[in-house]
């Protein structure tokens, strides 16, 4: 287990707080959405409540390591200043002069939010004089950014090294909660998976391979999988380089007693277009002039019995084309079975949290993994820079 804020003593001591402030702007530079602050606004009133003198940190967008005031924090300070009663203080150059400033000035309970870090160019490269100049600012680091762990920068890696150093709590709840489904799942273990490619989530598939009872494959990654078994696919979404690797993975699934289930039916349609109307195809083979857009409602059937008795479900990815509305059914249907699951239930990826959110199931969820890039790591099984820099307690 990672050392979290639980163990550390902050009282008195300048902290400084990694967060992912990242927020969509809009072309006035106002946040549409403020999700990510309020997700670590948790974090910020603990330490402050204890007496630390709190230095945040967060990247925005995409500066390319130069003063764009496009991508400033700024909006963010103004946010912060309306969601906490604390002093806040705004640190203008990151780690310059007047962030030094300020960060010597600052008294217990105050906030000193400096400005994006992707300002320097330091901060991507990891380079270790920028990491000391952030570290010099404080006594203590605590990391609290699980978007960006699986992110070998500065900020994430290199002041970590200098500093004692902890996770946040949405940190912590993300890795602690993903990594003991993966280690210590109640059986029945159903991975479902969907989304558009078999590449982004091949990594995903066969460490899952290693861990679960049931995989259901379902979204444009299922039909490299079932051509790769000779079924017709159409003009169905395919990656032709993976064919083979899709039937190594069929064949591993087989020696290794994993149930591997793939679309048995399907909605279909002529041309790729959030018009399109919805052709019902039975059996898995899809007719030459069609795209199949979502599993059908026989595959609907197959996958909700798996996910009737499972006791541990994770879920990536949409089965179908959710964004469209005649081919968002499987995906809603889904979501709703995994959340009647009487078990642990991790959910990741946009468009299975937004079926989620749309269905106002979010509470009948067991964790909501908000990092998607850093969760699908996980997923993978691999270790996240970010995460095995810190300490163990
Ligand atoms: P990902 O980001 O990998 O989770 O993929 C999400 C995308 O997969 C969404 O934009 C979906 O529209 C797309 N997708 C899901 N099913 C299909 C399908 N059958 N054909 C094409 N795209 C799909």
């Known amino acids: 287990m990672k050392r979290t804020i639980e163990d550390i003593d902050v009282k008195g001591k300048r902290v400084l707080l990694r967060v992912d402030f990242n927020v969509p702007l ?7 959405d403020d999700t990510r602050i309020i997700n670590a606004l948790p974090t910020i009133k603990e330490l402050l409540s204890r007496g630390a003198r709190l230095i945040i940190c967060s990247h925005l967008g ?17 946010r912060l200043v309306d969601l906490l ?23 217990a309970g105050e906030i000193l939010l400096l400005e994006n870090l992707r300002f320097f160019k330091g901060e991507e490269q990891n380079d270790m004089e920028f990491a000391k100049q952030l570290a010099s600012m404080a006594d203590i680091y605590v990391n609290d950014a699980f978007g960006t762990a699986h992110r070998n920068h ?17 940190m912590g709840k993300e890795v602690n909660t993903i990594l003991s489904t993966l280690e210590n799942p109640q059986r029945p273990f159903v991975a479902v998976l969907g989304g558009a490619k078999v590449s982004d989530k091949i990594y995903v598939v066969m460490n899952l391979l290693k861990k679960v009872d049931t995989i ?4 444009g990654m299922a039909y490299t999988f079932l051509k790769a078994q000779g079924y017709a696919v159409g003009k169905s979404m395919i990656e032709d380089e993976k064919l083979e690797l899709a039937k190594n993975i069929i064949e591993e699934a087989r020696r290794k007693n994993v149930k591997l289930l793939l679309p048995i039916d399907n909605l279909c349609a002529s041309v790729f277009s959030p018009t399109a109307k919805a052709v019902r195809v039975k059996g898995a083979n899809v007719p030459e002039n069609l795209i199949a857009l979502d599993i059908g409602p026989k595959t609907i059937k197959l996958f909700s019995k798996e ?3 499972a006791k541990t479900v994770i879920w990536n990815g949409p089965l179908g084309v959710f964004e469209f509305e005649n081919f968002s059914k499987g995906t ?8 009647k699951v009487k078990g642990k239930t991790v959910v990741g990826g946009g468009d299975s949290i937004a079926a989620i959110h749309r269905l106002g199931k979010s509470k009948k969820i067991t964790h909501i993994s908000t990092g998607g890039g850093a969760s699908l790591k996980l997923l993978e099984g691999e270790i996240l820079p970010g995460v095995a820099v810190i300490d163990n307690v």
């Not at 259901?216 to 979204?219: L, P, S």
């Not at 809603?332 to 959340?339: D, G, H, L, N, P």
């Open 154 to 170: 500065a900020s994430i890696v290199g002041v970590a090294k200098l500093l004692p150093n902890a996770v946040g709590y949405l």
């Open 62 to 78: 995409r500066p390319n390591g130069e003063f764009n005031m496009k991508y400033s924090l700024i909006p963010v300070a103004k």
């Open 85 to 107: 009663i604390n002093k806040i203080y705004f640190g203008k150059d990151v780690v310059g002069a007047d962030a030094q400033e300020k960060a010597k000035k600052l008294n």
């Open 26 to 32: 809009d072309e006035n530079g106002n946040i549409t």
């Open 332 to 339: 809603e249907k889904i979501a709703k079975q995994i959340a």
């Open 216 to 219: 259901c494959i379902g979204g």
């Open 307 to 309: 996910l009737k008795k």
